[in-house]
């Protein structure tokens, strides 16, 4: 086991590096570090001069090599002339809000699509499996934003009862800035709802789905009529024999589909105004400042990378045949 | 004289969306404390489903449309699934065809061992794993011990068949039904399996219902043999004498032209042509097409299972 997860882990750090090669040539390519910290009226000869100051100049590995040395040890990801702040900083200012955007989504797909998945795949024909089913299919054809408004025009302008945008009252979690959280206030809280139920529609459908197809076809095998065979109950049945080899395969796409989902808070987090890396995002592309996108991308790799390392880690833990070829 | 079990006139059917198949259709046999019985016939024949239905336990679309099933004093037939359950594995064991799918993947042997007793058994973990060890050590597992603690994948098909047996054995049963219990694995293993299945059959006065394409097997192992063909028991009788003086042309032909050559591990003999499929059944006997003594009566009228010789049930209009 000890092995295996070495193993995962290296194979993260093997990811990051690739990644980080592939923006770093972008940033080469595109970007303009001495614009960034001095902007457009100097003469090309002192440039020239800034530019090797700055090691501008030097070979492209050798570069690379700083590039990646700056970033790990310092934290060093450049800095943003929009905000007149080092890259890391606004992004940590930033993060907080996506990720527990992420979090409270996650947990809402996380208990609808469970019991839903299972129950639809047990009875697949009483009605509340057909009405999941037609609700789900609405679900994954319906844009986001459009589930946005609706939700908004529900909840906030007709009835009055959630807020429609900001991340509401927030306190600092660990008490030295870093960590502003909304999970601690119930005005925090309030607001955390709408953003999340509207996020998680893009996947609790595509969940339910998962849950239910897999569910069914791990009903069809022998080992489960085995466990007939032997006489066990069906609550033990379902829920002991079929539910953890239903939920395997299911670990690990939601690995991938909540890493994923660092990604895709942009829309949700416009509509909502919520103040996040995706919202970030949007004022980096409207400034055109290169250098806080470059690091908004590496930063979202790593959580990527990050998350899918633990699910595999986790999914190790549970499935006995990985354990066994790790440790070989 | 009531036996330990009783199937008379069943009748299996599959609902299928052209309409209801019939997969068994009246069977009709008995077994006896500890007595073996060989269940044979080609692939398709009915066996499993036959197996199944004594467990009512056919797969999905397929349910028992008619007939009785005996067991201790009970008609099992109409059981509810609550009660049911405490047949299954319990009185009543089965074998499946294929170890390498039949144990959960995810789970440790003594998990799928422990849960076993404790479903039909009011015991501490720590007596049923003392039981499960003993019968562990009772289908010669080396180092019983370690296996508890063993996931499926980490053991061989025959040892995982053994495994599968100590399972079967755990609430000493009245009845196995084991379905092709070697077919899956290797040559080598197949009869070190069917001398255990015997031994522990002999040793622990249980009955044993053995379907298979084995004749040689058969006839080492089991008292009688009842011989499917498509759906229905064509022939049924003490193995020594349907071994030796079949009746029917079907089961003759599936012995051979010299009776007493019969081996081991040699399968049943090809006939010319094939066993029709449920859903074209010729009219008359089944068998008809095939037979060399076929006559005009043969494709009119379905022959009925009745005493012909030697204290042979055969269902054939020439004999
Ligand atoms: N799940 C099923 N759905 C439809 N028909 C089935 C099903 N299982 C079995 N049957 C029918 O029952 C017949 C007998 O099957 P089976 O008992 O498995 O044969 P075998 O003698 O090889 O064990 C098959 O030929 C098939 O037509
Ligand atoms: S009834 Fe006729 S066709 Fe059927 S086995 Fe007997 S002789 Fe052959
Ligand atoms: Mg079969």
Redesign the pocket.
Known sequence: MFAFIIRRILQAVVVMLVISLVVFAIQKEFGDPVRDLVGERVTPEERQQIADKMGLNDPFFFQYARFVKNAVTKGDLGRSFLYNKPNLEVIINHAPATIELVLGTALIIMVLSLPLGVYCALKPRSWLSRFTMSFSTLGVSMPVFLTAILLIYLFAVHWRILPSYGRGETVDLFGNGIWMTGLLTIDGLKHLILPCISLSTLMLPLFIRLIRSEMMEVLETEYIKYAWAKGLSPRRVWLVHAFKNTLLPVITVFGVQIGIMFAFTLLTELVFQWPGMGFMFLEAVNRADLSLLIAYLVVVAALFVVVNTVVDILYGFINPTVRIAGTK | MSHLLEVRDLEVKFALRSGDITAIDGASFTLDPGERMGLVGESGAGKSVTGFAIINLISKPGFISRGSIHFEGNEISAYSPARMRRIRGNRISMIFQDPMMTLNPVYTIGFQMIETLQAHRNISKAQARAIALDKLQKVYIPSPEKRLSQYPHELSGGMRQRIIIAISLLADPAIIIADEPTTALDVTIQAEIMDLLQELCENEKMGLILITHDLGVVSQVTEKIAVMYAGKI?EYGPTETVVHHPV???TIGLIGSIPGTIEPGKDLKQIPGMMPTLTNIPP?????PR?????E???QKT?VLEEKQNGIMA?????
């Not at chain 2, 008359?284 to 008809?288: I, K, Q, S, V």
Request: with cysteine; hydrophobic share 40%; aromatic share 8%.
């Open positions: 064509i029917h042309p079907y008359g006997c089944a068998f008809n037979c060399e003594l076929a006559a009566i043969c494709t022959p269902a054939c209009h020439m004999k």
